[in-house]
C-alpha cells in the first residue's frame, strides 16, 4: 500500500457520489449526480428508479474526478465504497464498480460503513474534531444521538424510534405541496414565517430518543382543519419544534456523558437554523461545536474516502458486500 490517494464512492441512495482525498483529509475531486428531477413527482426516493440511475451515473462519475484530481490508478492506496446502511439496489450498484475497478487496477476495496462516513465530514478540509465526542446524525434515514471515545468507539445514546428528521421535513414540505427535497425548502419558507402553530414537541422531557412521525401527523391534522393556514408560519412552527427537540437532547446527553466536542452531522446539519442553536448551545456548555463544511453534509464521496483511511490505518478490510442495515457502531 503505497498510494497516498483513496477514492471514495457513495451510492447508498439517490446520489452517485465520487470523490479523491489524501490522508489529511483535502479532497482532490469531487462530483455528484444528483437525483433530484427523477424522485420530486414522487415527493421521495424511488428505490428502482434510483439504481437505474446510478447504473448510468457512477463509471462517469469515477472517470471524471480521477480526470480532476490527476490522479492514476497507481496513486490509490485503495477504492473506499458504502457497504450500507442504504438501499440495497443502490449499494450494489457502487460495491460492483469498486470491486471491478480494484480487480482491474490491483487496488485494495473497502466496504466503508455510510454512517462512519458522516462522522468524519465534520474533518473534510481541516481537522476539528477532538475525543470525547458528542455526536448529532441527523439525516434523510438516521437520527440518533451517540459518543465517540475516539475515531473507532461509538456508543449510541439515543435513536429516533420512527421517522428521522429528515424524512419528516420532506413529509411536511410534501404535505404542503412542496418539492423534493424538502428540507431546504422548508428552511427557507420558515424564514419568511412565524413559529405562532402550536405544535407537539414529541418526547422532550424523556431521555435520548427521538420520534417525528407525530409531528407529522400534527402538521397533517393543521392543515385539514384549516386549510388556509398560512405555510410560512407552519413552516417556521415545524422548524421551531424541531430545533427545540434536538437541542434539547443534545444539551441532556453533554450533561449525561460529557465530551470536549459537539459534532453534528448529516444533511440536516446544513439547516442554517440548526447550526445557528447548536452553536448557541455549544458555546453555553463550553464545548467545541465541529459541522462539516456546507457541501459535506449532505452525501458525499469525500466522507467515504476520508473514512477509508481510518480503516486502512485500523487494517479492517470489511468486504464490499452490500448491508442494507448495518449500525454506526460497527465499522
Known sequence: MNGDLILGIESSCDDTAVAVVDRGGQVLASGVARQDDIHARW????PELASRAHVRAIIPAIDQAMKDASASPDRLAAIAVTRGPGLIGSLLVGLNAASALAIAWDVPVIGVNHLRGHLRSADLEGARVTFPATILLVSG???FLAHMADRRNVRV????????????YD?????????????????????????????????????????FSGLKSAVARTLERSPATDHADL????????????????????????????????GVAASPQLRHSMGELASDAGVELCLPPLKWSTDNGAMIALA????????????????????????
Not at 445514546?157 to 419528516?168: F, I, K, M, P
Not at 460529557?258 to 459534532?263: A, F
Not at 468486504?319 to 454506526?328: D, G, I, K
Request: aromatic content about 6%.
Open 141 to 143: 434515514g438516521h437520527t
Open 157 to 168: 445514546l439515543g435513536a429516533t424510534r420512527d421517522d428521522s428528521v429528515g424524512e419528516a
Open 171 to 211: 413529509k411536511v414540505a410534501r404535505l404542503m405541496g412542496m418539492g423534493f427535497p424538502g428540507g431546504p425548502l422548508i428552511d427557507r419558507l420558515a424564514k419568511e414565517g412565524r413559529p405562532v402553530i402550536d405544535l407537539p414537541r414529541p418526547m422532550i422531557r424523556e431521555g435520548l430518543e427521538f420520534s
Open 43 to 46: 415527493g421521495g426516493v424511488w
Open 308 to 331: 477509508g483511511w481510518d480503516y486502512l490505518d485500523a487494517g479492517i478490510r470489511p468486504l464490499p458486500a452490500a448491508t442494507p442495515r448495518l449500525p454506526v457502531t460497527e465499522m
Open 235 to 266: 413552516a417556521a412552527s415545524f422548524v421551531d419544534v424541531v430545533i427545540d427537540v434536538l437541542v434539547t437532547k443534545c444539551r441532556r446527553a453533554l450533561d449525561t456523558v460529557p465530551g470536549r466536542s459537539l459534532v453534528v452531522v448529516g
